[in-house]
């Protein structure tokens, strides 16, 4: 029998070493797993559209702003074409924020399973976060389409893509378990994670290119982990060199994020079967 | 070699309750937070006071030996399903501490984790996982989980579109092949069909059988008695006894007698109250207490009354209810009905009626007390008083295990005729 020495399980007020959790998470990797699965397949099957969906949303996006700021603002998109420009950024972007609010909601939408089963409870955020990377590579395929239809073909550095998707859902990650965590405690995060989304869209460089932002203020808007992610994605997709500097001062937010973010739902992790 | 399975030494659990229930408001904390900057936000919070807590669990001690069965039992809010709670690692205790030697299962609700929407395997799959089986092993256990739950024709059907039977079976047949070391079972077998569940209930026996250790909480003081060799009886979050199950089952029995004739001295009640209803009990033919009600057999329902201002030519009927854990409700008995009055009420008395034979079901049920008095409801009190049935050989036939598919037993004369 596995009923080794190993096997001995001590509970008490504190949590264990983080030594001890990285453990228990490896064990639970399945479960990891499935949960992100049946995220997928639950989304999938409800409704009728299915996986178009993950295509539908941003396409949408990509028409409404194309035709307000392409269009009729005449917004810059470093020599490309607008459309193509707002949708390479919008492929990141919509996996983001819908990555963040699942995350953000997993633990309340998962009450009963948290009240009524033990896991290491970090799976939960990290599972919404990943079910969504699906629909990332679903809504890439029109981005090729529209590629092929402009005739720009990717640099060398696409390469780094499977990179900068790893670096984009440890950022959605990082401030999803922010959230998360928050949400047990205070239900009113509910209200505000539509709410910063918006925020968040506006300040990325997404619908606008970053050389817009006057050489000053532009230090800002590098803080923010997604600006480094968005810029980098164009620039692997559609050509160009990645702005060294910036991505890597977004790696190093999106760290400093998901340690940070980490670091607070554990301290919470104890309460949350009691508060939920 | 008997080694310890589980130790604990003196697990308490504290719960805040009160006026911010559980989650707090964003604007509370914000007002805290501008007094001690991140210490709120952090949990690190000036200590809650006294009087906003309770103390769910208070210092238990006990150790379980590998293979033991044994059985937790106490009141609503004793403790149990928090001891349990921590035992599997779903919340952590305030203080003390607990060491788990094996692979821990737990059941604390059946179908955590099913998806309406996914087909009956696909929830196979996850919920194995969610109680953390590894896929592998699901795999080799699929095909004995799907005989073992009889719907094998429904794989592929949506879990929404089952019957709440089916969904049962179907969580019942994928917990049932869970196959840790140490197992933890709250009330949950004391759902499904009768057939079912015994089906089930042997499933935990043969766990014991080969060597693991279970814990299991629950009401059903006859499965407690037929799988348990131990019992812990909790009260108020306290161990106040630790030993064969047997004897904790009629302590508690003895405890719910004793304890059940103060809800009805300070409770909401209806009616003029010209007599009043003060105790309930339950007592032998012979007038002994009567520790436990047993199906089939004879039981008195005494009720003890105050005379407040009831005049000696009123005609008083004492009616008694029985319902069940679902407030269904089985009989309704007023004494007028046999054509029974009391009159010329002394100040004190006992209104007893002894039913020959009690053809309940096992398991628990309520009862209502109901007094008129010249025709108009006096005395109603707002209570349910819990009454326990067990398991006895209603039949004569030496068996002892009844059928629970509902809350009424019958029994008459079955006899064959030959049409030719
Ligand atoms: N999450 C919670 N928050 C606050 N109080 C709780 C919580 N869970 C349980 N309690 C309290 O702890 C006590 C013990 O509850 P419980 O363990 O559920 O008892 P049992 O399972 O024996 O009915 C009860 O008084 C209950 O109100």
Redo the contacts with the bound molecule.
Sequence with gaps: MDSSEADITVIGPESGSVFVELKELLRYSELFYFLAKRDIKVRYKQTVLGGLWAIIQPAFAMIVFSVFFGRMAHMPSDGLPYPLFVYAGLLPWTYFAGALSSSGESLVVGSNLITKVYFPRLIAPAAAALAGLLDLFVASFLLAAMMLWYGIYPGPAAFLLPLLAALLFFCALGAGLWLAALNVQYRDIRYVIPFLIQLWLFSSPVIYPASIIPEGYRFLLELNPMTGIIKAFRLCLLGGTPDWVSLLVSAAVTFALLISGAWYFRRMERTFA??I | MSTTAIKTEGISKR???GASE?YRTFRETLTDAVKAPFKRLAGLGHPVPENET?W?LNDVSFEVKKGEVLGII??????????LKILSRITRPTRGRVELRGRVGSLLEVGTGFHPELTGHENIYLYGAVLGMKSWEISRKFKEIVEFSEIGRFMDTPVKRYSSGMYMRLAFSVAAHLEPEILLVDEVLAVGDAAFQKKCLGKVGAAAGEGRTVIF?SHNMGALETLCHRGIL?EG?CKVFDGGIHEAVSKYLAKSLETDKSPLENCRRRGAGKMRAVGFRLETPGGLPLEAAKSGEPAAFCFDFENRSCGPEERVSVSFSVQNEREFGLFHYYSHFSGVYFTDMPAKSTVRCLLPSLDLAPGNYFVQVCTKVAGETDDWPQVLLPLNVMGADFYGTGDPNLSTWGPMLVKGEWSLRRST
């Design positions: 009691d508060v | 719960y805040r309750i559980g309770v769910a106490g009141r609503n809010g004793a403790g149990k399903s928090t001891l909480v909790l979050g």
